[in-house]
Every structure is written in C-alpha cells, then in structure tokens.
T-cell receptor, first 113, second 114 residues
Framework: AQSVTQLGSHVSVSEGALVLLRCNYS??????LFWYVQYPNQGLQLLLK??????LVKGINGFEAEFKKSETSFHLTKPSAHMSDAAEYFC???????????FGTGTRLLVSP | DAGVTQSPTHLIKTRGQQVTLRCSPK?????VSWYQQALGQGPQFIFQ???????QRGNFPDRFSGHQFPNYSSELNVNALLLGDSALYLC?????????????FGPGTRLTVL
C-alpha cells in the first residue's frame, strides 16, 4: 500500500533562510504527489503537485519541489522564508485511478525573526 | 465564487450520540470527499461521493456513513460516537473523479466528543 513519510515533525528556520521540508513516499506504481499547507484553524491549501512531466514543480508563494524517483522523494523547498510561511505542511500521494489522498503526518514550520 | 463550505464550524457531543456534518462543494464541482484529521495527524480518507453514490471508502467502520444530494452537497453521519472520533472533519470537492483533478478543501468542522 502507498504511504508517505515526512521527516521531522517540526522545522525551525530564521526569516530569510532556506526552507527544506522532507517527504518520502512508498509506491509500486508512478505516484501523483502533492504538498498542502494548513494555517491554524483552516483547511488545506494546495501548494503544488506533480503528476507527470517535468520533475521540478513550482507552486504558489515561492515554493517548489522536485520529484526524484530514484530516491522516492518529493522534498519541498523555498529559498527565503517569510514569517507568513509559518504553518503546518502536509505531503500527500495519490495512486492509480482513484482520488483518495494518503497524507503524511505533517511538518510544522516555525519561522523566527 | 464561494469555495467549499462546511457547517457547523464547531460541535460538541457526548459518547453514544449521533452527529451530522454538512458540506457544500465549490461551484462547478460534483465530487465530494471526506477526511478525518485527528490532532497532530495528517488527514485520513473516509469516503468519496459522486453521482449520489459512495465510490471509494477508506478504513473506517460502518458507523461512518454519508449521503450526497442532487445539488452535489453532502453529509457525513457518525453514529454511536466514541471519544476517538474527536477530530477535524474536512470536506474536499473536485470536478469529477479524475485523478488529475485537484481537490479543494473546506475549513473543516471541529468535533469534540466528551
């Protein structure tokens, strides 16, 4: 069965520093991969997705992620963190002909001044 | 254009009671999925409705049931509530069931079971 592992339940960075949130997936078939952000007391907002084609995917708010099949990874990065990036980030996988999303346990990003 | 809306925003129930949560999909969307997000966890898929039928189901007991109406809105019903049912319940809608279709999430209903 497919699964997602997010390394690090909490990541702390300083404003202006590089953001790196790690995600590894397990799948026997080519997956569709997603990153969502959740602000306090809100639902999930899609940051970016990989389906097919270019392995470097650009999303909203300056985030991007690279699909690496050999490493079964889909890490999320942003060159320069803003205070407004502080939130919970979820990696998710969708496989096959179904819309069901399988989520990781999330990584809370803390941004300090 | 209103996005996905859910009601109520918060709900408190006691063990053994029954609860109904409601979801209105984004305009133009006909597919609704429900997820349960326990505190400190990622969302877990409960089920998906399309054309008023349950199309996919996650690993949840029969106490969890749903319905989709002709206007595409949906309800999630949970019977015989347990303390462990306390969670944020998220509704997501999409235009059809295609795997490339993005799911748009609502703000959720926070259910507390005492």
């Amino acid at each position: 069965a497919q699964s997602v592992t997010q390394l690090g339940s909490h990541v702390s960075v300083s404003e202006g520093a590089l953001v790196l949130l790690r995600c590894n997936y397990s799948s026997s078939v080519p997956p569709y991969l997603f990153w969502y952000v959740q602000y306090p007391n809100q639902g999930l907002q899609l940051l970016l997705k990989y389906t097919t084609g270019a392995t470097l995917v650009k999303g909203i708010n300056g985030f991007e992620a690279e699909f690496k099949k050999s490493e079964t990874s889909f890490h999320l990065t942003k060159p320069s963190a803003h205070m407004s990036d502080a939130a919970e980030y979820f990696c998710a996988v969708r496989i096959g002909g179904f819309q069901k999303l399988v989520f990781g346990t999330g990584t809370r990003l803390l941004v300090s001044p | 254009d209103a996005g996905v809306t859910q009601s109520p925003t918060h709900l408190i129930k006691t063990r053994g009671q029954q609860v109904t949560l409601r979801c209105s999909p984004k305009s133009g969307h006909d597919t609704v999925s429900w997820y349960q997000q326990a505190l400190g966890q990622g969302p877990q898929f409960i089920f998906q409705y399309y054309e008023e039928e349950e199309r996919q189901r996650g690993n949840f007991p029969d106490r969890f049931s749903g319905h989709q109406f002709p206007n595409y809105s949906s309800e999630l019903n949970v019977n015989a509530l347990l303390l462990g049912d306390s969670a944020l319940y998220l509704c997501a809608s999409s235009p059809g069931t295609g795997t490339r279709n993005e799911q748009f999430f609502g703000p959720g209903t926070r259910l507390t079971v005492l």
